[in-house]
């Protein structure tokens, strides 16, 4: 029977740059990497109820030669060590015409062909309007976690008119509350 899964976008979700705290910006390196209060315990909740937690996440520097391919690996790494988190998908390409690059759902298909997710039980917790129209190309339900630059332009373009996320909270705690005490 195929799993609920919950996708996370990394950058200003699970994790945070030291250098920009509560910000959007990716680490640079794994000295940088910080881990936002209350989202080990939160994940670890949702694992305990038999949830996939999936990263989903763009990482366009790698393109554009202001990081490399192995940095965001290694950046990975220790998220995959430190929370209980079961795959990381990542689109290192820049612009958005690839099928992987959020908005496009393309990283939330492969998961869930790749480790048997049910998308019709499944969530997407994302701080960005990217995140959202992912989550929603791909038949999931959506929260936003609200940020000053949530609905900001992006390197895809302002967001639809109509996108409008399942739920907006304030925290990655705040979400994993919202989704266990769901009954849908």
Not at 103 to 126: C, F, V, Y
Request: glycine letters at 8%; one cysteine or more.
């Amino acid at each position: 029977m195929d799993k609920p899964a919950i996708f996370l976008d990394r950058d200003g979700v699970v994790a945070e740059s030291r250098r920009a705290p509560g910000g959007s910006t990716p680490p640079v390196s794994v000295d940088d990497v910080a881990i936002p209060d209350g989202v080990a315990p939160a994940l670890n909740a949702l694992k305990d109820a038999g949830y996939c937690l999936v990263v989903v996440t763009n990482q366009p520097d790698v393109a554009r030669a202001s990081t490399t391919r192995e940095e965001v690996d290694a950046i990975n790494a220790v998220l995959c060590r430190t929370l209980p988190l079961d795959a990381v998908y990542v689109c290192f390409h820049d612009g958005f015409q690839c099928r992987c690059r959020k908005p496009q759902p393309g990283m939330l298909l492969d998961a869930a062909r790749d480790l048997g997710l049910d998308l019709q039980r499944s969530w997407l917790i994302g701080d960005r309007w990217v995140d959202i129209a992912a989550g929603a190309a791909a038949g999931v339900r959506t929260i936003l976690i609200e940020r000053v630059y949530s609905s900001d332009t992006t390197s895809s373009g302002v967001p639809p008119d109509d996108l409008i996320p399942d739920h907006a909270v304030t925290s990655v705690p705040e979400a994993v509350d919202l989704i266990l005490g769901s009954t849908s």
